[in-house]
Structure formats: structure tokens, C-alpha cells
């Protein structure tokens, strides 16, 4: 079973920077994608980025694009996702989660809805 567990998560100022980190253990999946989501407070979980090993594509919701970074350690089993330039508008929680099959588009925006198996998330709070 897929275990994620995420970290990194606090309290910065608008324009400050945090890195987000993912353990992830218990796939072996060879075709996969996997990324970071978030959910704000009244608001639907979205994808933030992702990441797919069937082409090596990275995608990033347009709000992110040029803030944030996605990099994964495939032999440590990690993902990492790191955020400068935050915004107010960045405050969630933000969770890891991977799936099989997907290109990263596809999962960002629409695979990971069909998802069960989530992580505890880690709560990011940017200040104005």
C-alpha cells in the first residue's frame, strides 16, 4: 500500500521561500506520475505540479509557473517541491499523492480526483 508523508510546511511572509517534502514507500509502479496538490480553506483540492516518469513532463498549475519548483530523488523515494515568491493566495494544505498511467497534465488536473490514499498534508501559511 502507497504511504506518503509530507513535510516542510509553516509559516512564512509573503515573498519568503519553504521546500515541501514527500516520503513516498510502498509502490513500485514503472509508469507513474506523481505531484503535489493543494486544498485552501473552503475551496476543492487542486494540483499544484506534477511530475510523470512515462515522459519526464512537469506540469504546473498557471498560478505557480515560475514560483515554484518540482524535483524528484527516485532512488530516495522523494519529492520535493520548492516555493519562492509566496503569496497569500499560496496558504493551504498541501499534499503528495502518485498514481499509475498518467502523463503529469493529466494527473494534476483531473487523475488524482479518483484517488483514495492521501498523506497528512502539510500546512502552508503565508503572511501579507
Known amino acids: 500500500e502507497v504511504h506518503l508523508v509530507e513535510s516542510g510546511g509553516g509559516l512564512v511572509q509573503a515573498g519568503g521561500s519553504l521546500r515541501l517534502s514527500c516520503a513516498v514507500s510502498?509502490?513500485?509502479?514503472?509508469?507513474?506520475?506523481i505531484g503535489w496538490f493543494r486544498q485552501a480553506p473552503g475551496k476543492e483540492r487542486e494540483g499544484v505540479s506534477c511530475i510523470s516518469s512515462r515522459d519526464s513532463s512537469i506540469y504546473y498549475e498557471h498560478s505557480v509557473e515560475g514560483r515554484f519548483t518540482i524535483s524528484s530523488d527516485n532512488h530516495k523515494n522523494t519529492v520535493h517541491l520548492q516555493m519562492n515568491s509566496l503569496k497569500p493566495e499560496d496558504t493551504a494544505v498541501y499534499y503528495c499523492?502518485?498514481?499509475?498511467?498518467?502523463?503529469?497534465?493529466?494527473?494534476?488536473?483531473?487523475?488524482?480526483?479518483?484517488?483514495?490514499?492521501w498523506g497528512q498534508g502539510t500546512l502552508v501559511t503565508v503572511s501579507s
Open positions: 499523492a502518485v498514481d499509475r498511467g498518467y502523463n503529469s497534465g493529466s494527473f494534476c488536473i483531473l487523475g488524482y480526483k479518483n484517488l483514495e490514499v
Open positions: 510502498g509502490f513500485t509502479f514503472e509508469d507513474y506520475a
